[in-house]
């Protein structure tokens, strides 16, 4: 597959063929589902909790006689029966994290590139690189289209067009170890520097 390379400010800076074993697949939905569903539940926090019967703070005592009161027998205000007693099986801090092989995670990244090349969404950008200027990275951003974008760059992100990009809304900015199936989904635009591609290609194959 051979795409053209564009520059900031809309010019165009030659072409570069993206292999079709990355850039190429029939994208599965099944298969980006199970990564993306992977990705989400290893970020769940998983802090809810509750106090159980053993945790709520009240006397030990026995609240009334066993016998001859009508009632039923109780023994302890704690019981989850009881307004401001204990939780009964609540929820308890655990990690919401399950297993999934990393083949199967690259096979879910190569699907995710697959389905922006199929529609149209993949841009290829000759450098990413500005002087932290934001106003001027805002304008060339503005002419070129992007809305919700992700821009994923080689080993490391140019200092200055981090810097430039910090306060765009709409713009994330990765370097290549940080590219995810999530991030490239919920995108509308994804752009792959050439030193991008180049590391994806060594890191995917």
């Known amino acids: 597959m051979k795409l053209d390379v564009i520059k900031l400010d809309g010019g165009k800076a030659g072409s570069v063929d993206l292999g079709d074993e990355i850039f190429g697949l029939e994208p599965r939905a099944d298969i980006l589902h199970r990564v993306v569903r992977w990705q989400r539940a290893k970020a769940q926090q998983g802090t809810h909790s509750v106090k159980g ?4 703070s009240y006397s030990t005592k026995k609240i ?6 009508g009632g039923a027998r109780h023994g302890s205000r704690k019981a989850p029966i009881f307004r401001k007693g204990g939780v009964y099986k ?6 919401h994290a399950h297993e999934l092989t990393k083949k ?3 096979l879910g990244l190569k699907h995710a590139l697959s389905s922006k090349a199929a529609t149209g969404n993949l841009v290829i950008l000759d450098a990413a690189t500005a002087e932290g200027k934001t106003g001027a990275l805002a304008k060339q ?6 809305k919700r974008t992700l821009i994923i760059d080689g080993a490391a992100v140019d200092e200055g067009f981090a810097r430039a ?3 765009l809304n709409g713009i994330d900015v990765l370097p290549i170890m940080g590219a ?5 989904l919920r995108s509308d635009t994804l752009v792959i520097t050439k030193a991008g591609v180049e590391a994806l290609e060594a890191r995917l194959k």
């Open 53 to 56: 019967r053993s945790e709520v």
């Open 64 to 69: 009334y006689r066993q016998k001859g009161t």
């Open 90 to 95: 609540g929820p308890t801090p655990r990690s």
């Open 104 to 106: 199967f995670r690259v």
């Open 141 to 146: 951003v503005r002419d070129l289209g992007w």
């Open 165 to 167: 990009a910090a306060n």
């Open 180 to 184: 995810n199936v999530y991030d490239i």
